[in-house]
């Protein structure tokens, strides 16, 4: 509420400069349209508790209409501006069967948020930023939509995940990038409302635990052309505290060039996370629990070689540690910056160690371009759960796009999703899922 009446305080001085040279003729604006259908078959290995919970079969179709302004700043050594995002997404086909909330005590279905035990009609969302530049330096006061790796924003349904906070990035010093900024609330991709945040194992919609505070700095330093050293900074307020590491390194190989990411996060407890029962996070602990207090490290490889269209990857991960890796979540479908962040599954349980391979392929190389293709498949194993330490779970994702090149139709893309998973946890289910995506976007000016 306090970004709001900021945001409303800047918009209305910044009414007053809009003639300004900057200000309106760096401005755009675009109209942004997303298709989006989505259908999972769950195949038991639930408990009839979960099955009654979750529905068996699950599928949802909506429509998206999304009107972005980012306007340029006004003159000066100190530039102003405001940015708006205004969303809206139409219910096209669902049902209180299909809808994935059959109690009503979740956050919402698949796709849309719930009236009872069925999907909403419609749901809207109205973002504002305020934002003031100095040099290469830039504060942002509102609407948020950050990606780094201890916050990343999920675009994975109809509409975009958002959050509401003050976000300072800094460019002026040559090959750094610094970033830093305060999070109090966050609107998941199927709701319209502002709330609170937390972590798997105490977010539960009724009873759970929440908290208005994380706060993340770090950057990114370009050692070389080539190499990319980085480290971000996040904590949770009564939760976790993380830190991460990350290389990126490209190197040219013959006729290709070969793509190293190496990752690590170490995540800790944080305030109550570490005593009160009400905040731990899942994971598992020994006896006849699977919750406590944060307790994580996650290293993680990828490496991918690029030649003639073709990219061929294969990555190794492991999760060490008494509780799963943690991450801002509401229990509405988060994203991680993790090597194997799927479709589907995380692969970021206690003590699972992982492996993947992938490919894809740009068919312009063979005169088709706007086409591409590509398959990920990651097997984890090495879970620890009460009954074993050697649990195990697999995901295979296909992915077919295309993307106009020219005509009217130019720009609109076309994607489809497949996703298998399968795996052997306790009280864990099997999974089938496919999306269909079409995107396109209208500039306005």
Not at 49 to 60: M, P, T
Not at 381 to 388: G, Q, Y
Request: charged share 20%; with cysteine.
């Amino acid at each position: 509420m306090k970004c709001t009446f900021a945001v409303a305080a800047a918009m209305c001085v910044l009414a007053q400069q809009a003639h300004a040279a900057g200000f309106v003729d760096d401005s755009k604006a675009a109209i942004k349209l997303r298709n989006f259908y989505i259908n999972s078959d769950y195949r038991d290995s639930a408990t009839p508790a979960q099955k009654a919970a979750n529905q068996s079969y699950q599928a949802e179709w909506g429509q998206a209409f999304q009107l972005e302004f980012i306007s340029g700043y006004t003159p000066g050594p100190v530039g102003f501006g405001v940015d708006a995002l205004g969303m809206l997404g139409v219910r096209l086909d669902s049902s209180a069967g299909k809808h994935g909330n059959p109690t009503g005590t979740n956050y919402g279905g698949v796709v849309f948020p719930s009236d009872g035990d069925h999907a909403v009609d419609d749901f809207s969302n109205l973002g504002l930023t305020g934002k003031m530049k100095i040099s290469k330096t830039e504060l942002k006061l509102g609407t948020l939509v950050p990606k780094l790796p201890v916050i990343f924003s999920n675009d994975g349904r109809l509409l975009p995940q958002t959050w509401q906070g003050t976000q300072v990035s800094s460019a002026d010093i040559k090959d750094l990038t610094l970033i830093g900024g305060q999070i109090e609330e966050v609107k998941g991709r199927n709701s319209s409302n502002n709330e609170n945040m937390s972590i798997a194992g105490a977010n539960n919609a009724v009873t759970g635990r929440f908290s208005n505070k994380f706060i993340y700095a770090g950057g990114d330093y370009k050692l070389t052309k080539d190499l990319t050293l980085q480290y971000y900074y996040g904590n949770l307020k009564d939760f976790y505290k993380q830190n991460f590491l990350g290389l990126i390194h490209n190197w040219a190989i013959g006729p290709g060039v070969l793509t190293s990411d190496v990752r690590y996060f170490n995540s800790k407890d944080d305030g109550a996370n570490g005593h009160d029962p009400a905040y731990f996070t899942t994971g598992y602990y020994g006896g006849n629990t699977l919750k406590g207090k944060v307790d994580n490290d996650l290293y993680s490889g990828l490496f991918t070689y690029s030649v003639a269209g073709h990219t061929f990857g294969a990555g190794y991960e492991v999760s060490d540690g008494k509780s799963d890796f943690p991450y801002l979540n509401q229990g509405d479908g988060p994203t991680t910056y993790t090597i194997t962040e799927m479709q589907v599954q995380k692969f970021v349980r206690a003590g699972e160690k992982s492996w993947q391979a992938r490919y894809s392929f740009d068919f312009a190389k063979l005169g088709l371009p706007g086409a591409t293709a590509g398959v990920v498949y990651v097997k984890g194993n090495d879970i620890n759960t009460v009954a074993s330490s050697n649990s195990s779970e697999w995901e295979r994702d296909i992915t077919l796009a295309y993307v106009v090149q020219s005509g009217p139709f130019k720009g609109l893309g076309v994607m489809w999703k497949n996703a298998m998973v399968r795996n052997n946890i306790p009280n864990s289910r099997q999974q089938d899922e496919n999306r269909v995506i079409i995107n396109y976007q209208l500039a306005l000016f």
